[in-house]
């Protein structure tokens, strides 16, 4: 199974500050078609994860452009600017790029 | 507007079974896949099926494989979940999930214990 790596656990941020989250696979999610499959999710308490973006880079309808995500191969980043008090929650990575998908463990952005 | 509504959920003894369900819409349910994700209390998520549109194929996490079976109702535009031999480390929140992850469900509480 791919190994998502995802750090840090737990991250503190001030409100109109700036956040990065990364995410590392054991192995390429590169599929065959050439397509990456690296996904971001923010899990609010108490509400189901919610999609922030999709195949690495692209921004979800209604996402704000603060979030941004990057990467290639095997390393991927997820960067949040101007935090709001919104943002807050914990944040996962899905790789479906190989069977079983996986998850990353999670990163709980919370206040500083 | 897109809703995913599971239901079904429960609380059980270890070896029991249960079945959920998941009713879509506001989307052409038999045009896409759909998932069932899983979150133990407190704990990371979990990819656990995948069920094509038209039931061609499906997938399963190492976990579940031999136990669960997803299957779905497009008439009914309804996916479903068969839990078999139900485990204490199955106790988790269940959410179904369109193809493509944009949209879940709000989840059902599976609890296993004696």
């Known amino acids: 199974d791919v190994v998502m790596t995802q750090t840090p656990v737990s991250l503190p941020v001030s409100l109109g500050g700036q956040a990065s989250i990364s995410c590392r696979s054991s192995?390429?999610?590169?599929?065959?078609?050439?397509?990456?499959?690296l996904h971001w999710y923010l899990q609010k308490p108490g509400q189901s994860p919610q999609l922030l973006i999709y195949?690495?880079?692209n921004r979800f309808s209604g996402v704000p452009d603060r979030f941004s995500g990057s990467g290639s191969g095997t390393d991927f980043t997820l960067k949040i600017s101007r935090v709001e008090p919104e943002d807050l929650g914990d944040y996962y990575c899905?790789?479906?790029?190989?069977?079983?998908?996986?998850f990353g463990a999670g990163t709980k952005l919370e206040l500083k | 507007e897109v809703q995913l509504v599971e239901s079904g959920g429960g609380l059980v003894k270890p070896g029991s079974s249960l079945k959920l369900s998941c009713v879509a819409s506001?989307?052409?349910?038999?045009?896409?896949?759909m998932h069932w994700i899983r979150q133990a209390p407190k704990k990371g998520l979990e990819w656990i099926a995948l069920?094509?549109?038209?039931?061609?194929?499906?997938y399963y996490a190492d976990s579940v494989k031999g136990r669960f079976t997803i299957s779905r109702d497009n008439s009914k535009n309804t996916l479903y979940l068969e839990m078999n031999s139900l485990r204490s480390e199955d106790t988790a929140m269940y959410y179904c999930?369109?193809?493509?992850?944009?949209?879940w469900g709000q989840g059902v509480m599976v609890t296993v214990s004696s």
């Open positions: 999930a369109k193809y493509g992850g944009d949209y």
């Open positions: 506001g989307f052409t349910f038999s045009s896409y896949g």
């Open positions: 069920i094509y549109y038209d039931s061609s194929n499906k």
């Open positions: 192995q390429s999610l590169v599929h065959s078609n050439g397509n990456t499959y």
């Open positions: 195949r690495v880079s």
């Open positions: 899905l790789q479906s790029t190989h069977f079983p998908y996986t």
